[in-house]
């Protein structure tokens, strides 16, 4: 049996506990049942494709089975590209599954996600092994309705199902342009082969039209700014070990779409294609992390933050495809390879980041930061796994983060070789960009671990909340040693990455084992190098040795005191640092052309024992520019529409009578 046909009974398996579990949803005990089938599933899919990637990296394998349109059927494939992304999708469902084995208990209502649970699993599965455009679309299609579904399992709240109907409008959107893609690429043979589009090699106006749908179809479902709108609405309300699936897994899904078809199917690449990617990117990264910064919700912060890393992730595809298309092999590779790793690294720490906020949230029954607080003597292993998150997130050595942000940098440092003036004037504004959206995510986080888990709780709940179960602190746990690991041993990754690389770009990174001390070499020793192991030595020795010397020869003596402020000791909460005070002046530096901030301050007349308030108005820019227009436009037009429903059966026939003399009128002229 071949890899893939082995691979496919995955899905199946998947699709096979989703229906069993509506059957038994209801049960007590089909928690356990459907995550524990779930993980296990997982790993085995887990295991076959690490298997095919050390055994047998460049081999492809292929199936074509009875299923779908008449004639066609469904075919598979499996490859470099493919079997990478099978891992990031299946790492991440088996390490979801196993903190759903300890959130899922607090569910209130179980039977409305375990149905979905596995299917959506099976969905991202398929999308990423189909070889045709029918067998993705509609494994994409049922991906999205999956997702959503889950999406509104807390259907109650109006909030929640603004956000899953949004999400289902932008996600039909994104599939429109998608199917739109695929049909300029099978051309007038019509053929959904992939194998026949990539030897069909459109034109360059074709091209084009084909890059603008993909970044509208896969970059809807990734999050790329202003497709976005869905994203901080539908991840806070769906439960958190789903939000760390869609943020973690389901966006990197969307990305492999986009890499499929633009480096794979397209052909040749034209220089300009890597402008409007990187562009993108950088717009991305930047607004992603400064709404980020504004929020005081846990979840949507983390929401927000995704769009950031996404941004990265494809202002590095955009300055690969500016590589290739100006045949700079190993400069592409670079940058391909440095994609590739942080989408690895971000399924790692944002996932860890949301089961985090998940684990908050069972615990106080709140993510609003403003009523948190203090949480680190509370709940000590989730603190110090979230900070670990944070940190990693931030880019700061040693975590993973640093290690694929930092190859990023090494491959925008290439672009003085590039020949186009456009590029050499916009790959360094789009660095400057992405060390702007780095800067500011270390920001966001300092404020969303220090608000959250530092100074003393704001409200009642957190006085009261312990520590969550162990199945979610192990899952925390593993995605936090995987962070580690990824940043101190980063050419293990890199190595691993060269079947992906090699056949897209046609050349792959320096071999990174066989450096001494385990350094990373992105080009040449002579221009620069990176060892996170001897790093994370340093770091570890410093600490120690810092500690040693406060506690061996500093004073013995210790004073406890109520906390200080401003000259006089507070005791009040409420005087410390809320997550909007926090953002303030970082809101009046970028909050008049990002969020079209004002802020009202309402002072009481003299005597007046009233507080003063101060009112914040922030706005979604990208909302009120492309979305609000629409849908006001669609009400309009929806109202006038409804005066048909109302009509006389002779009115409906006069219509019915006009519109046929008008088809026959067109027909008559035609010519």
């Known amino acids: 049996m071949s890899t893939v046909a082995l691979l496919l009974w995955g899905p199946a398996a998947l699709l096979g506990t989703a229906i069993l579990a509506g059957v038994v949803s209801r049960r007590a005990s089909a928690t356990r049942l459907v995550y524990g089938a779930a993980l296990v599933i997982s790993v085995a899919l887990l295991v076959t494709v690490a298997g095919h990637l050390a055994g047998r990296p460049g081999e492809v394998s292929a199936i074509t089975l009875p299923l779908g349109l008449p004639w066609t059927g469904a075919r598979f494939r499996l490859d470099g590209l493919s079997a990478f992304f099978l891992v990031v999708?299946?790492?991440?469902?088996?390490?979801?599954?196993?903190?759903?084995?300890?959130?899922?208990?607090?569910?209130?209502?179980?039977?409305?996600?375990?149905?979905?649970?596995?299917?959506f699993l099976a969905g991202m599965n398929l999308v990423v092994l189909a070889n045709d455009a029918f067998a993705f679309l509609l494994s994409w299609e049922f991906m999205s309705l999956a997702s959503w579904a889950l999406v509104m399992s807390h259907h109650r709240d109006e909030a929640?199902?603004?956000?899953?109907?949004?999400?289902?409008?932008?996600?039909?959107?994104?599939?429109?342009?998608?199917?739109?893609?695929?049909?300029l690429l099978a051309g007038p043979a019509g053929t959904y082969a992939f194998d026949?589009?990539?030897?069909?090699?459109?034109?360059?106006?074709?091209?084009?039209?084909?890059?603008?749908?993909m970044l509208l179809g896969a970059g809807s479902k990734a999050g790329l700014v202003p497709l976005h709108a869905w994203l901080p609405l539908a991840h806070p309300a769906a439960p958190s070990h789903v939000s760390a699936l869609m943020s973690g897994i389901m966006t990197k899904v969307a990305i492999y779409g986009f890499i499929r078809v633009v480096f794979d199917l397209l052909g040749?690449?034209?220089?300009?294609?890597?402008?409007?990617?990187?562009?993108?990117?950088?717009?991305?990264?930047?607004?992603?992390?400064?709404?980020?910064?504004?929020?005081?919700?846990?979840?949507?912060?983390?929401?927000?933050?995704?769009?950031?890393?996404?941004?990265?992730?494809?202002?590095?595809?955009?300055?690969?495809?500016a590589f290739k298309a100006n045949a700079m092999p190993s400069a592409a590779a670079l940058a391909f390879t440095a994609a590739l790793f942080h989408v690895l690294n971000h399924s790692f720490f944002k996932?860890?980041?949301?089961?985090?906020?998940?684990?908050?949230?069972?615990?106080?029954?709140?993510?609003?930061?403003?009523?948190?607080?203090?949480?680190?003597?509370?709940?000590?292993?989730?603190?110090f796994v979230f900070l670990v998150g944070c940190v990693s997130i931030s880019a700061l050595p040693p975590f993973n983060g640093f290690a694929s942000e930092?190859?990023?940098?090494?491959?925008?440092?290439?672009?003085?070789?590039?020949?186009?003036w456009g590029l050499k004037v916009i790959v360094p504004a789009v660095g400057g960009m992405l060390a702007l959206s780095a800067a500011l995510a270390a920001a966001c986080f300092v404020k969303a671990f220090g608000i959250t888990f530092l100074g003393r709780p704001r409200s009642a709940a957190v006085e009261r909340t312990h520590e969550v179960d162990r199945w979610s602190l192990a899952a925390m746990a593993v995605l936090a040693i995987f962070c580690l690991l990824a940043g101190i041993l980063p050419g293990f990754v890199i190595d691993g990455l060269s079947p992906v690389t090699l056949p897209l770009i046609g050349d792959r990174m320096p071999v990174q084992t066989a450096q001494p001390w385990l350094s990373i070499v992105p080009i040449a020793e002579s221009r620069s190098s990176y060892n996170g192991l001897l790093v994370f030595v340093f770091i570890t020795i410093s600490a120690s040795l810092a500690a040693f010397f406060i506690h061996r020869f500093?004073?013995?003596?210790?004073?406890?005191?109520?906390?200080?402020?401003?000259?006089?000791?507070?005791?009040?909460?409420?005087?410390?640092?809320?997550?909007?005070?926090?953002?303030?002046?970082?809101r009046r530096v970028f909050g008049s052309f990002a969020f079209r901030a004002r802020e009202t301050v309402e002072m009481p007349?003299?005597?007046?024992?009233?507080?003063a308030r101060i009112k914040i108005d922030i706005h979604d820019v990208a909302w009120e520019t492309f979305y609000q227009p629409i849908t006001g436009a669609i009400d309009f037009a929806t109202e006038r529409l409804n005066y048909l429903q109302f009509l006389t059966i002779r009115r409906y026939l006069t219509l019915v009578f006009l519109y046929l003399v008008i088809l026959l009128l067109v027909l008559a002229l035609w010519p």
């Open 89 to 119: 999708v299946n790492l991440g469902g088996a390490i979801t599954s196993l903190y759903g084995l300890g959130y899922g208990r607090h569910e209130s209502q179980p039977h409305r996600v375990l149905p979905f649970y596995p299917a």
């Open 268 to 321: 040749a690449p034209a220089w300009w294609s890597g402008v409007v990617v990187l562009l993108l990117g950088g717009t991305t990264a930047v607004l992603g992390i400064l709404y980020a910064l504004m929020e005081k919700d846990l979840k949507r912060l983390l929401a927000y933050s995704t769009i950031e890393n996404i941004g990265v992730i494809f202002a590095s595809l955009g300055l690969a495809l």
């Open 351 to 383: 996932s860890l980041l949301f089961f985090g906020a998940g684990a908050v949230l069972t615990a106080t029954g709140e993510r609003d930061m403003e009523k948190l607080g203090g949480l680190i003597h509370r709940m000590p292993v989730t603190s």
């Open 160 to 183: 929640n199902r603004r956000a899953a109907y949004i999400y289902l409008v932008m996600a039909s959107f994104g599939t429109l342009a998608l199917l739109l893609a695929f049909g």
């Open 605 to 611: 007349a003299p005597g007046s024992l009233e507080p």
């Open 196 to 213: 026949a589009m990539r030897a069909a090699q459109p034109g360059p106006l074709a091209a084009g039209v084909v890059l603008a749908l």
């Open 406 to 420: 930092w190859l990023a940098f090494q491959a925008i440092l290439q672009s003085p070789q590039l020949p186009q």
């Open 554 to 586: 500093a004073s013995h003596a210790l004073r406890r005191g109520i906390a200080w402020g401003c000259g006089f000791a507070e005791t009040a909460p409420a005087a410390q640092y809320t997550a909007v005070s926090f953002a303030q002046p970082i």
